[in-house]
């Protein structure tokens, strides 16, 4: 439970706020690479953290990432024309580098023109992982790039995609970090693809074990199996702000497993919307096309309408009820909504856009949810007092999710630590 200033203070993301100024220490994830695929092709808009911007690639490859306003007379620049090396606005032809200066300024007289004097705020930009990434906060406390394992797998190996979500990106991380759900929320009532998560099904509760790290932290879901054959651990990555990681245990087609790590990134669009993201990464065989069809998920082309801004399709969406069939519910699935993360979302946004965090009642389960909250209040507060915050740093980059089933009384970290760290434990 927090306060309603507390939840004010750490939902909130706008320029100026305590978890806006917070939010643009870090590198920001704001488009798909491919969502600008060549040189000089159409820009994108962007919408992060309550600023409109807009993207393009250059001639020479850069991207560029600016206010999407002219400062002409504030005509979008998304409406430009992207040639030789800069977006030029249609309305008058002013025209502007990747970085933001004013390049040509063509419809004035060369006595009287003032390029020199003008300039779009425009913010440095990184491509890695297949994703665009931006850095929206001030120079001087700029991080290095993002480089996490996901970002350096060769394509063959990763997959990436994105949805957006109506409600706020807090919501969205703590749905994920909030693991104890999958026992219910997206519980099926026959078969299960899940390799070794099919142990859940015999071990609802779970105890929660949450140890702080200099990224966030690190916990583990452990539950008991039956008959004292140990228990299933599963252990999870959060990386400030809005970062967490996870593993995949799939059953394959032989009786074999399949080990993939995974991750989601909620990052505010604005206060009250998000967009999730969605990585993975498969530590053997290249991923096939199975791999790559994330229907079981709810996500990709059959759920998001990549063409309408990565919103759900119509059918699934909030004003439809995400598609809830309650027959469905009745006999084959906990909720009677398809798609995993569909699931997720539907009740993530069935809280409304910002949720009342002082009217909750939070158990032991709710333990890495209540720590996310305090880390994020404590790094507020570490920016304001001039610190650096938790996670912009490098000490995160070679971090792994493992899930396991663990002999009674084994300590988890003990035994999963050299898994988990393979470069080494950061602590
Ligand atoms: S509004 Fe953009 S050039 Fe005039
Ligand atoms: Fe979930």
């Known amino acids: 439970m927090l306060s309603q200033v507390e939840n004010e203070t750490i939902t909130r993301v706008g320029s ?5 100024t917070l939010m643009r220490r870090y590198w920001q994830p704001v488009l798909l690479s491919w969502e600008l695929p060549e ?24 991207v560029g990432l600016m206010d999407e306003f002219c400062p002409h007379r504030r005509a979008s620049l998304w409406l430009g024309r992207n040639e030789e090396n800069g977006l030029r606005c249609v309305f008058h032809g002013w025209k502007f580098d990747f970085k933001g200066a004013c390049v040509e300024m063509p419809n004035e007289l060369p006595e009287y023109e003032f390029k020199h004097k003008v300039r779009v705020t425009a913010y440095p930009t990184q491509e890695t992982g297949g994703v665009i990434w931006a850095y929206m906060g001030p120079t001087e406390y700029m991080a290095p790039p993002p480089r996490f394992e996901w970002t350096r797998q060769p394509a063959t190996h990763l997959h990436v995609s994105k949805s957006l979500q109506e409600c706020n990106w807090l919501q969205a991380l703590e749905g994920g970090l909030d693991s104890i759900h999958s026992s219910f929320l997206h519980r099926r009532f026959s078969g299960s693809r899940a390799g070794l998560g099919g142990h859940r099904a015999g071990a609802v509760a779970a105890k929660l074990d949450v140890r702080p790290t200099p990224y966030g932290y690190t916990y583990a879901s452990i539950r008991p199996l039956k008959d004292n054959e140990g228990n299933y651990v599963r252990t999870y990555h959060y990386v400030l702000p809005h970062h967490q990681i996870r593993a995949i245990q799939e059953l394959t087609d032989d009786g074999g497993t399949k080990s993939k790590i995974a991750g989601h990134m909620s990052v505010p669009i604005d206060d009250e919307n998000c967009v999730v993201w969605n990585w993975y990464y498969s530590l053997g065989q290249p991923l096939d096309e199975k791999d790559r069809d994330e229907s079981f998920w709810g996500n990709g082309p059959a759920f ?3 063409q309408n801004g990565f919103r759900p399709r119509l059918q699934y ?5 995400w598609g809830i069939d309650r027959r469905v519910q009745k ?3 906990y909720t009677g909504i398809e798609g995993v993360n569909q699931q997720d979302r539907a009740v993530q946004e069935s809280m409304g856009p910002i949720v009342d965090r002082s009217q909750e009642h939070l158990g032991q389960t709710d333990k890495a949810v209540i720590t996310t909250r305090r880390q994020l209040l404590e790094a507020v507060k570490a920016v304001a007092e001039g610190f650096n915050p938790k996670g912009a740093d490098t000490s995160y980059y070679d971090i792994r999710a493992i899930e396991r089933v663990l002999p009674p009384g084994v300590d988890w970290l003990q035994a999963l630590k050299e898994e988990m760290y393979p470069m080494g434990a950061p602590f």
């Open 304 to 306: 998001v309408d990549y």
């Open 39 to 62: 040189p000089d092709c159409p820009p994108a808009r962007v919408r992060i953290l309550g600023e409109d911007l807009v993207a393009f690639r250059d001639t020479s490859g850069r």
């Open 16 to 20: 100026g706020t305590p978890m806006g």
């Open 331 to 333: 006999y084959e699935t």
């Open 317 to 321: 969406s909030k004003a439809n009820s």
